[in-house]
Every structure is written in C-alpha cells, then in structure tokens.
C-alpha cells in the first residue's frame, strides 16, 4: 500500500497586520521527503501520527512527499497559496500512483483569493488522484470546517484537546482508519454540523468547563457501535470567513443517520451552553498590581492580544508599558524586535543598553517602550524542549535573541522571529530558571498553558488590545454567518 503524506499548515489571522508571503513560507520550508521524516517522526504533531501508523502496519510505505508550515500571521497572498498547490500537486503527481493520500492540514488556512484554502487543496488534491483514492485529514482544533473540506475527503478528524497534546494520537487514528478503507474493511461516511455560534478564545481551553464537557461526549460518543470516529472544531474566530465558528463531525462505518445524529447531538449540546463559550478577560493594571503583591511566583500574565499563535506579530508593549507606568518589577517579557537584538549584538554582553523596544509592527500592539539595562545574554536562539508542549513541537527557532536586565528589575528577552512563549525551555535556554520569575508574561491564550501549568502559581487571562483580542465583538467581519452568536444575541439554531 503506498500512501502519499503531505502538508500545509498555516492559521491565517485575516485581522494581522503581516501576510503569509511565499517568501515565509520558503523560509520555514518545506520540509521535504526524508528532511519531513527527520523533522517531525520524534515529534507529537500531525506528521508524526502517520508515520507511526505507517510504520506500525506491514503492508504501508508511507511516503513523504513535502510540508509546508508557517507560524500563524495574517492571510496568505494569493502568490503564495498558488505557488503551494502547484508544488503539493506536483510532488503528488510525478510520486502517483498512490492507494491513499493523507494530508495533514491546518483547517483555519485562508488566501486572499480562498478564504476556505484548506478546502481549496483538498478539492485539488481529490482532482488529482480521482475518487477511488481515499483521502485521509487531520485537522487543528481551530479549524473554521467548510462542507468541502469534508466531501472532498474519505476520512477527516480533528485535534481534541486545547492546548493541543494529540495532533499525534488524532493524525494516528485518522491514519488507521484510511488504512481500513484502503483494505475494504470499513466504508466510512461523515456528517458536518456547524451551528452558528463561536467559541470565545478565553472559553476554549478543552480541560475547562464547557469545552471539557462538550469533548468528554464526543469521546462517548465514538465509542458507540459503528462509529469510527468523532470530533469538534472549536475554529478560529480570527479569520473572516464564511466557515469561521464550531463544527462537529461523526464519521461512521456506512451509517450516515448515525453520523448526522451524533453530529446534532453535539452541536445541541454546545448550543444549550452558548453562554458559557463567551469570554471576558483581565484588566491589565488590575491583573498587574494583582501578581506584584502575589506570595506564591510565578504568576503567569497571558496577553491574549498577542497571541502569537494566533497570528499577531509578538511585538505588542501594552502589559510591558503599563508595568512601568505603575512601577510594577520582575516580568519576564519577551519581544519580537531583530533592529534592537542587532544593537545588542553590536553592544556585547555586560553593556550597557537605552532602547526603543517591540511596537513596531502596527499600532494595534502598543508603540515603541523605553529600556535600560545591562545585556545578559546573546545567543542564535535555538532550543529544544522534550516535555509537553503545545503542538507536540520540540526544535524552537526564535532566531538570534539578547537577553536585557532592566534597571527596574525586568527581563526583556528580545527575538528575532515572531514567537509566543510555549516552552520553559525558552527561558532555561536563555539563562534563567522560570521558578524564580515573579511574573511571567506569556503571548498567547492556550498555547503557553501545557508548559506553565505546571510550574504557575496562577495564571490570568488579561483583556489586551490587538489582533487577537478577547474582544472578539469589535472585530470587523465581512464574511462571516449572520446572525451568529454571541455577535447576534438573538441568533437561533433549530
Ligand atoms: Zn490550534
């Protein structure tokens, strides 16, 4: 059995200031053919899941043709998607003939010209190697799901935990069962069920009630007779497009009324609870002077309005410049701003610096803020974290950082690359033990969760402005369902 394995991961924030060029795109990838296995085989992400399956069956060789993955920003151009396709379907093309193709996606991926992308390769993709080839995808938890990116499809499923720990365990299973339909053994059928309601960013934590509710019933309910697998989209209300808000999907074994009943059944029950999916976040100031008389450290401040991993640009000052304002000390702050890491590089480590740090980007995130201190550390800012991370991801690239004591008690790590702050290993790489830090601030709403949990005396969601705001309300949207909760109170779904 050979089975094509190819990729295109990228949540495109229409909101962001910065598009996904091709030339980003070229500069994180593609990983290509045995440089794919290389890369993500140890890891937990999608990837790794089929290549496990592959290898864990006799009669599969899986191979890799090429993925591209390019850290969440703004929406790609349209040069850059259609340069994608024609190297995804080309590899596709000259590799074929293939028995199955399994494909691991974003699911919230939108072009200027696409706003469904991921939709958009599938049907390519299904062109391309018929209707007799099953299609297997994986798809992140944040994904805005279209119908074609179902129908276009023979298996689809869907990340079930945010932070999300089982890109690897869902891309397995989703893997498995394409196997199957390639044996004739199982004949699977999906049902698509998207009530018109978003999840808030603050509310989508699957450990946290309602989600964790929601997810423990699709998880039953998988385990039903005839039913192969089960999933929820929480999607990705930073992209402005038809599709953007909760899905819910059911995939069983030649039953479609079963697949449609439990796809309702969900979608009733995440209806019933809409409520509770709205979120509202911390004050800053609030949230600050809150962690500066805290006894128990650290305490973890998430800027949700720079949520890196949502597509905004890690450069945003608000918690930073309001920490100065009310002379509040200790945070660890990180800011994407490679002008300021090349002052420091110049500088050297053991000078003293006065710089203009982060807000450069746009001025949703804050302006420029004023540091002082002593550069403590310059390095390439590459690290490595093999514990539980968001993503499964285990190689960090910030590109090349500088490491800056504040004269008032701050650490300002400054990046060359948009990063959020998902590994203790980016402080432990950086000198510094993440135990001992009075405030961490982390960009980043769920993302940082798995890697500070455990160590967090708490952590506070804090109502930051930018591009992906708590606020999901003032976001200005052409695309989207109307009426749609919580944006139309009044919205009903029967
Ligand atoms: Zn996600």
Not at 178 to 184: I, P, Y
Request: aromatic residues 4%.
């Amino acid at each position: 059995m050979r089975v094509a394995t190819l990729g295109l991961h990228h949540e495109s924030n229409t909101f962001a200031p910065v598009p996904a060029t091709l030339e980003q795109f070229l500069a994180s990838g593609p990983d290509v053919g045995d440089g794919l296995i290389a890369k993500y085989a140890e890891s937990q992400a999608t990837l790794a899941g089929f290549i496990e399956a592959a290898a864990a069956d006799d009669e599969v060789e899986l191979v890799p043709l090429l993925s591209f993955d390019l850290n969440p920003m703004g929406t790609i151009t349209a040069e850059a998607l259609d340069a994608i396709l024609a190297r995804l379907l080309a590899a596709l093309e000259e590799g074929g003939p293939w028995d199955a193709v399994l494909l691991a996606l974003h699911g919230a991926a939108a072009s200027e010209v696409h706003r469904d992308a991921d939709g958009e390769v599938l049907e390519r993709v299904r062109k391309l190697v018929g209707d007799h080839v099953p299609i297997g995808v994986t798809y992140d938890m944040h994904a805005n799901v279209s119908p074609r990116m179902i129908e276009c499809a023979d298996i689809v499923n869907i990340y079930l935990t945010n932070p999300h720990l089982d890109p690897r365990l869902r891309a397995r299973q989703c893997a498995d069962l394409v196997f199957g339909v390639v044996r004739g053994e199982i004949h699977p059928t999906m049902a698509l069920e998207k009530p018109p309601v978003a999840v808030n960013i603050l509310r989508q934590g699957t450990s946290d009630s309602p989600m964790k509710e929601l997810c423990a019933l699709a998880t039953e309910a998988a385990q039903r007779p005839g039913v192969l697998s089960v999933s929820i989209a929480e999607g990705f209300p930073y992209a402005d497009v038809e599709e953007m808000g909760m899905a819910f999907l059911a995939v069983t074994d030649g039953d479609p009324e079963l697949a449609r009943e439990i796809a309702q059944e969900l979608a009733r029950a995440a209806w019933a609870v809409r409520t509770e999916l709205e979120g509202d976040g911390v004050d800053i100031d609030v949230a600050l002077r809150h962690a500066a008389l805290a006894e128990a450290h650290p305490v973890v401040l998430l800027d949700v309005g720079d949520n890196v991993g949502g597509g905004s640009p890690a450069d945003s000052t608000h918690v930073l410049a309001a920490a100065q304002r009310l002379g509040v000390r200790g945070l660890f702050h990180s800011l994407c701003d490679p002008g300021s890491v090349v002052v420091c590089e110049k500088a050297g480590v053991g000078s003293t610096v006065e710089l203009n740090v982060g807000g450069k980007t746009d001025d949703l995130h804050g302006g420029p803020v004023t540091v002082r201190g002593t550069v403590r550390m310059l390095d390439s800012g590459k690290f490595e974290d093999a514990g539980p991370t968001h993503g499964g991801f285990r190689f960090y690239d910030a590109g090349p950082r500088a490491l800056i004591h504040t004269e008032d008690d701050h650490m300002v790590l400054l990046t060359s690359l948009p990063r959020g702050n998902t590994s203790r290993q980016e402080l432990v790489s950086a000198g510094l033990d993440p135990l001992t830090q009075p405030i961490i601030v982390a960009k980043g709403v769920h993302s940082p969760r798995a890697t500070y949990e455990p160590i967090a005396a708490e952590m506070i969601q804090l109502n930051t402005p930018g591009c992906t705001s708590a606020d999901i309300g003032a976001l200005e949207y052409q695309y989207r369902r109307r009426p749609m909760f919580p944006y139309e109170r009044e919205a009903q779904y029967e």
